[in-house]
T-cell receptor
Framework: NAGVTQTPKFQVLKTGQSMTLQCAQDMNHEYMSWYRQDPGMGLRLIHYSVGAGITDQGEVPNGYNVSRSTTEDFPLRLLSAAPSQTSVYFC???????????FGEGSWLTVV | GENVEQHPSTLSVQEGDSAVIKCTYSDSASNYFPWYKQELGKRPQLIIDIRSNVGEKKDQRIAVTLNKTAKHFSLHITETQPEDSAVYFCAASGGGGSYIPTFGRGTSLIVHP
């Protein structure tokens, strides 16, 4: 039981490049979400999904896309990376009926 | 949507002292209030939580109190130890049936030996 698995753990991108952060879970949780963490800003919600085929925007969605074709996977796509997207990204899951949130280990992204 | 304010942003205490971190929330329908501890380079870890039908909850040296009327909740750590040094986040969820929490901006707790 791996829980929530994020890849890659570290990535350096050049401005304008695109990439996908992967998130996979093996707990069969319905809710999945992506947060970014910046110094002094806490954890801000980017996008979330309440089940396969359903996604919605969070507080800071601009510049990011998501899809949820299966219960297990919730990739986050950066369409054209900008230095402002340098951050630590956390994927998280929650089971319906429980409020407990399970975080992945995080992905450190630097855009130069 | 929900808005969570957290204070202070930095808290420095001597080992053995108590530490208190306070949060306020805006959505009166929120009913779940967790606290997370994040050590440097690690993921946030749940340390204690409280639901809206409870006023206080304790787990060894940590406790959380909730005042629904005033819409604020607090984390209390007694007999602080250097290993308590970390960033602490409060969160609120449950409004509108949502399980997606809104987080406060975090408090950096430093415990001096």
């Amino acid at each position: 039981n791996a829980g929530v698995t994020q890849t890659p753990k570290f990535q350096v991108l050049k401005t304008g490049q695109s990439m996908t952060l992967q998130c996979a879970q093996d707990m069969n949780h319905e809710y999945m979400s992506w947060y970014r963490q910046d110094p002094g800003m806490g954890l801000r919600l980017i996008h979330y999904s309440v089940g396969a085929g359903i996604t919605d925007q969070g507080e800071v969605p601009n510049g990011y896309n998501v899809s949820r074709s299966t219960t297990e996977d919730f990739p986050l796509r950066l369409l054209s990376a900008a230095p402002s997207q340098t951050s630590v990204y956390f994927c998280a899951t929650t089971r319906t009926g429980s409020n407990t949130i399970y975080f992945g280990e995080g992905s450190w992204l630097t855009v130069v | 949507g929900e808005n969570v304010e957290q204070h202070p942003s930095t808290l420095s205490v001597q080992e053995g002292d108590s530490a208190v971190i306070k949060c306020t929330y805006s959505d009166s329908a929120s009913n779940y209030f967790p606290w997370y501890k994040q050590e440097l380079g690690k993921r946030p870890q749940l340390i204690i939580d409280i639901r809206s039908n409870v006023g206080e909850k304790k787990d060894q040296r940590i406790a959380v109190t909730l005042n629904k009327t005033a819409k604020h909740f607090s984390l209390h750590i007694t007999e602080t130890q250097p290993e308590d040094s970390a960033v602490y986040f409060c969160a609120a969820s449950g409004g509108g049936g949502s399980y997606i929490p809104t987080f406060g901006r975090g408090t950096s707790l430093i415990v001096h030996p």
